[in-house]
Antibody, heavy 120, light 105 residues
Framework: QVQLQESGPGLVKPSETLSLSCTVSGGSINTYYWHWIRQSPGKGLEWIGYVYSSGSTSYNPSLKSRVTMSVDTSKKQFSLKLTSVTAADTAVYYC??????????????WGQGTLVTVSS | DIQLTQSPSSLSASMGDRVTITCRASQSIIRFLNWYQQRPGKAPKLLIFATSNLQSGVPSRFSGSGSGTDFTLTISGLQPEDFATYYCQQSYNTPRTFGPGTKVD
């Protein structure tokens, strides 16, 4: 079973950029979709987007203008950048792995989550 | 975006009870519906994918059914570790969306 571990600052100032990484262990990073999902009390679970192992991406339209995801297969890491953050971006951020039984997709592995607070 | 609603939002149950949670989609998602369990302070855990397929290692007391817009998660014989929040999630299209959750306590 793949294990995922998020890392990054737990506190970000308003208007700055939130940057998180997720390290993959116990399995391959290749040929999978890698997702970021966040959870805040006000909005429940929100899908942010994914990066495929080739580097292609898809983002939630609600966040698309502020989100960039990338992957480094040599380090078995993928990352999330969210610009111009506000208090509304305060949430627990999860990385997750997509699995599939064609044509169905589902998140079968999750990181433990990391709380990011946006505050000055 | 496809909206998912769940009912009830919370329910009180006892050990051994049969519990049913409903998820309704704003449009047909055929069978592209997954269920997750989340315990406090933990990440969600996949229980069922593609409406009715039990994830490896998940007890058989969990089952799922449905198609189109209406889906159910059933727990047959509630165990102490089942007191948690349950979310449905659609993978019919992007953005992937989740239901608001059903808390079982």
């Amino acid at each position: 079973q793949v294990q995922l571990q998020e890392s990054g600052p737990g506190l970000v100032k308003p208007s700055e950029t939130l940057s998180l990484s997720c390290t993959v262990s116990g399995g391959s990073i290749n040929t999978y979709y890698w997702h970021w999902i966040r959870q805040s009390p006000g909005k429940g679970l929100e899908w942010i987007g994914y990066v495929y192992s080739s580097g292609s991406t898809s983002y939630n339209p609600s966040l698309k203008s502020r989100v960039t995801m990338s992957v480094d297969t040599s380090k078995k890491q993928f990352s999330l950048k969210l610009t111009s953050v506000t208090a509304a971006d305060t949430a627990v951020y999860y990385c997750a792995k997509d699995n599939s039984r064609d044509p169905f997709y589902y998140f079968d592995s999750w990181g433990q989550g990391t709380l990011v607070t946006v505050s000055s | 975006d496809i909206q998912l609603t769940q009912s009830p939002s919370s329910l009180s149950a006892s050990m051994g009870d049969r519990v049913t949670i409903t998820c309704r989609a704003s449009q047909s998602i055929i069978r592209f519906l997954n269920w997750y369990q989340q315990r406090p302070g933990k990440a969600p855990k996949l229980l069922i994918f593609a409406t009715s397929n039990l994830q490896s290692g998940v007890p058989s007391r969990f089952s799922g059914s449905g198609s189109g817009t209406d889906f159910t998660l059933t727990i047959s014989g509630l165990q102490p570790e089942d007191f948690a929040t349950y979310y449905c999630q659609q993978s019919y299209n992007t953005p992937r969306t989740f239901g608001p959750g059903t808390k079982v306590d």
